[in-house]
């Protein structure tokens, strides 16, 4: 008799011990820091290169868009390159509270953030902006002027 009391004891081992692993994991889990995301939207100053301001013009882009799209934008990874240098570069993308759908490059500095330039993804734009390599009637107007 003292032998089945043994067993019985014995298969209730191994469910305590599952039950006992499985707390510790959730525990360490839950205590877990967050994950930092790749981006820090708090950056300090908010600089605009020459071309960006140029295609914000162009594109009827404001800064209060572009702030928004910082704060609130979804970053697509597939546009973005964590390995530009000398700073990474952050395509971050939405739809802005006046209706507008946007992606603003960033470039991410240590001590700045650098709006590289800004697309707005559902209307086209002809921008002839400082930088941009020449194409189609453009780049034949422009060489009838150098001659």
Excluded at 9 to 36: D, S
Excluded at 114 to 123: A, I, S, W
Aim: aromatic share 8%; glycine share 4%; net charge positive.
């Amino acid at each position: 008799m003292a032998y089945f009391a043994c067993m019985k004891a014995g298969r209730l081992v191994v469910p305590i011990l599952l039950l006992l692993v499985f707390a510790v994991f959730i525990i360490r889990r839950w205590n877990e820091p967050q994950r930092k995301e790749a981006f820090d939207r708090t950056a300090g100053a908010l600089i605009y290169t020459k071309h960006a301001l140029c295609r914000m013009d162009c594109r009827r882009i404001s800064k209060e868009e572009v702030f928004e799209i910082l704060q609130k934008g979804a970053i697509n990874f597939n546009r973005s390159n964590r390995r530009d240098q000398p700073c990474p570069t952050f395509a971050l993308q939405g739809r802005t509270t006046s209706g507008e759908n946007l992606r603003v490059i960033f470039a991410q500095c240590a001590t700045e953030t650098k709006v590289v330039t800004c697309y707005n993804l559902e209307e086209k734009f002809e921008c002839h902006c400082p930088g941009d390599p020449l194409t189609g009637s453009r780049q034949v107007t422009e060489k009838k002027n150098e001659q």
